[in-house]
Every structure is written in structure tokens, then in C-alpha cells.
């Protein structure tokens, strides 16, 4: 399993820096929604976003010790929390930069976390990726027992190591005016948290709510009290169909306004030591177009969630279910890493705040946005790994006929370990 996970996760960083992911982030770019962009006067000194995340499931051995032991040891949901801040200004800092968000109490981060910026000089993302695959890359879309004519898209993994993109794989760009971003690059001043002096993890019982306050000598201090807190964790399981598909579902999360799964799978060559060489990588998406990863992978607006639905690209916030095609587990093999997320609320917050009446200029001296999201990832065919859940779930499925969920068995014996770790059995 942990093969595999490694092999996920280089295949992911690989795809994520491709130039059409960085074309869609980048178009996505603006300094406000469309409306409010036509009151602006001139653009804001400062911007600031909060991206607040809960992680479950596999997923959620990111969130640090405490978390990873919680599933091991089956206490709790096993739930982490992820926090990305980021203050971006117009102006030039006088002397070194320096910059601190004052969170409320019940953060558990201490009186502040700093904002840092990235270290001048170090080149950003590629770092080692060692021996890339040498293995077709087989790419299907859309939930449903079976992949429709047409799929798979095939492409040599080769050259997608070379950043050159499968045709039509991000065939119809969307334009996502309301999920701006700050970067280091846009920026004169700026500044993010985790970051290379302060990594704390946030603690699994943290809360947002309250008062937060950003001050820096580069930016206006910027304040707002928040009345929403991080999404419950999604809960989520899988089952095997006697086509070879597997039926993935899970509990509506309150709040969503959308969600969007992406799963990867690899057969390998047990037989080529060094623990097996990738024979055929497959990269399957629910999404019912042709869109893959890109702003996908990240938080998002729920007006720009609302496009996405209407373009089939996201699932609806009715939606509990997904099929994942029997012919990704045929190219791929039997074990599948699929991510789900729930797409959750935005808080904005502005300085003076926008008139009312949209004919009168405005002229803010910062903007805030708090984005939530809900994500888990499970092991779609790990060996009794394919229920998720309580005994009193009922099995949903987007297709007749489907198998009631078994019920959840005890942990036993070292591979019980494992299983508690993903919360599928007691």
C-alpha cells in the first residue's frame, strides 16, 4: 500500500505542474468578482485568504501525530484540519517584513501564527521526483458502472513527465472570476503560514470562530470575526460490484455546494524487483466532461462551484454517490486511491465595505475570503477495506440493484491496524 501511495503521489505533483493546471490557476485570477471588480475604484493595498480544510480517511495522516495515532488506535474519526493563510499587499515593507494573524483561543495555535515569505532564490516545486514511470497513462471520466465509447484517452506516461498534456484533457477552461489568488508573484509584499519557520499542525479540535486580526508592516492591520468553523469530516465507503466497478458513497456534508472525486490506480510488475516497476497508471475523474485536476484540486467559491455543477464537471450537493467504471480496476488493478472533496461556504469580509448600491465607487483598503472544504481519501480494493461507515448506514449507489452494506467487522490481529487506520472496522 505504501508503494502504491508513493507512486499517487509523484504521478499527482507531476500532473499538478503541468502548464495547462498553471494556465487554469492563473485564469482563475482576478482581484474580485465580476460585480464587485465594476465598483472598484482602484484595487485593494491588501488581500488575505484563509483556506480552511478537514481531512479524513487516508487523507488525514497528514494531519500530524495526534491525528495518525487517533486512527490507529481507533479514537475519534481519525478527522485532521489543514489552515493555508496568505497576505498579499501593494505596499513595500519598512525594514524586514513581518507579519502575525492573532487567531481566537479556540484555534489552538498559540496567541498568533507568523506569516512568512518563501525564502528568496530557492526555486519553487519540482524538487526529486527519482525514477519516473515508464508505463501508458489511461485516462477515463464520468460515474457509472461502465466507461462509455470513447474512453479511455491513452497517453505515454513518458511524455507527460515532459509537461506535454494528453489532447482535450482540460478541454473546456472554465472562467472562475471569484477564486482569486495570492501569490508571492503578484504581490509586493507578502507572506503565508505554514510556512519554513512555523509548521505547526492544527489540532483536531479547533475552531475557528471569533475574532482574528492580521497585523504587519506592510498592510493595514485587517480584522473580522468569523461565525463558521471547519465542515465535518466526510464519511464515506466503498463497495464491489460484481461488474468490477466499485460504488462509492457517502453522508452529505452540511454546507457543501458541490463535490468532486478524482481516484488514481497502478498495476505493477511484482516480478521486475525493486518492489515491482508501473506497468499501467489509470487517472479516473466523476466529473461527466472532460476536466481533470487544475482549480478542481483546490478551494473554491461557491459561485464558481455553481458553474461547475452547471457544466456536469461537479457532482451536486443532492449527490451521494458515484460509481467508479470497472474498466479503471481492469487497466489499473485492484487497489484504487480515490479523493473526495466537498466543496464548502466563503466568508468575505472588506474594508470599507462595499456600497450597497453598485453604481457608487468603492475603494477598499483590504479584502479577506475564508474558503471551507471537507476531504477524504479511500482504498478503493484493499482486502476487507471496502466498507466504510456505521452498521446502520444504508447502501446508496447511482445504480439499481445495488448490495446492502455489510456490516462492520471487528479489527483482528496486525492487518487490523490498518483498517482501523481508515476507520473500517472496530
Known amino acids: 500500500m505504501l508503494g502504491n501511495l508513493g507512486i499517487f503521489s509523484k504521478t499527482i505533483r ?73 497576505l498579499g499587499s501593494t505596499r513595500t515593507a519598512t525594514g524586514g517584513p513581518k507579519a502575525d494573524h492573532f487567531m481566537p483561543p479556540g484555534a489552538g495555535l498559540g496567541k ?92 483536531g479540535n479547533a475552531s475557528l470562530r471569533g475574532a482574528h486580526r492580521i497585523a504587519s508592516n506592510y498592510a493595514p492591520e485587517i480584522a473580522f470575526t468569523l461565525d463558521r468553523d471547519f465542515m465535518p469530516a466526510l464519511q464515506a465507503r466503498s463497495q464491489s460490484l460484481a461488474s468490477g466497478a466499485y460504488a462509492l458513497s457517502w453522508k452529505p456534508v452540511p454546507d457543501a455546494t458541490g463535490y468532486y472525486a478524482w481516484g488514481m490506480s497502478a498495476k505493477v510488475d511484482a516480478q521486475s524487483g525493486r518492489g515491482g516497476d508501473v506497468q499501467e497508471m489509470v487517472w479516473w475523474s466523476s466529473s461527466s466532461t472532460q476536466q481533470f485536476g487544475g482549480a478542481m484540486w483546490d478551494w473554491l467559491s461557491p459561485s464558481a462551484v455553481a458553474r461547475l455543477v452547471a457544466a456536469k464537471t461537479v457532482m451536486p450537493p443532492a449527490q451521494t454517490s458515484c460509481t467508479v467504471p470497472a474498466e479503471v480496476r ?71 440493484g445495488t448490495p446492502p452494506k455489510p456490516t462492520k467487522p471487528k479489527c483482528k490481529g496486525l492487518a487490523g491496524i490498518a483498517k482501523r487506520a481508515a476507520g473500517l472496522c472496530e
Open 112 to 203: 498568533s501564527v507568523p506569516l512568512i515569505a518563501p525564502v528568496a532564490g530557492k526555486p519553487a516545486g519540482v524538487g526529486r521526483m527519482g525514477e519516473l514511470p515508464k508505463a501508458r497513462l489511461s485516462i477515463f471520466w464520468g460515474c457509472g458502472e461502465h466507461a462509455p465509447k470513447g474512453q479511455p484517452l491513452v497517453f505515454d506516461f513518458t511524455r507527460l513527465a515532459k509537461g506535454q498534456v494528453p489532447p482535450g484533457l482540460y478541454a473546456q477552461p472554465l472562467n472562475l472570476p471569484d477564486d482569486w489568488t495570492i501569490q508571492a508573484s503578484n504581490s509586493t509584499s507578502y507572506g503565508d503560514w505554514p510556512n519554513h519557520k512555523d509548521a505547526k499542525v492544527v489540532p
Open 14 to 86: 507531476l500532473v499538478r505542474r503541468t502548464p495547462v493546471a498553471i494556465g487554469m490557476a492563473a485564469a482563475g485570477m482576478t482581484a474580485l468578482g465580476v460585480a464587485a471588480y465594476a465598483q472598484l475604484q482602484s484595487p485593494p493595498i491588501a488581500r488575505y485568504t484563509m483556506d480552511a480544510g478537514t481531512t479524513s480517511g487516508l487523507a488525514a495522516m497528514g494531519g500530524g501525530m495526534k491525528s495518525a495515532m487517533a486512527m490507529l488506535t481507533g479514537q475519534g474519526d481519525g478527522a485532521a484540519h489543514e489552515l493555508i493563510l496568505r
Open 330 to 400: 481492469q487497466l489499473g488493478g485492484e487497489m484504487t486511491m480515490v479523493n473526495l472533496s466537498a466543496y464548502g461556504p466563503q466568508s468575505d469580509f472588506a474594508y470599507p465595505p462595499r456600497p450597497a448600491d453598485a453604481k457608487l465607487a468603492w475603494k477598499p483598503d483590504w479584502i479577506a475570503r475564508v474558503r471551507f472544504r471537507s476531504t477524504t481519501m479511500l482504498a478503493l480494493g484493499m482486502p476487507g477495506m471496502d466498507g466504510m461507515g456505521t452498521d446502520e448506514d444504508e447502501a446508496t449507489s447511482d445504480e439499481p
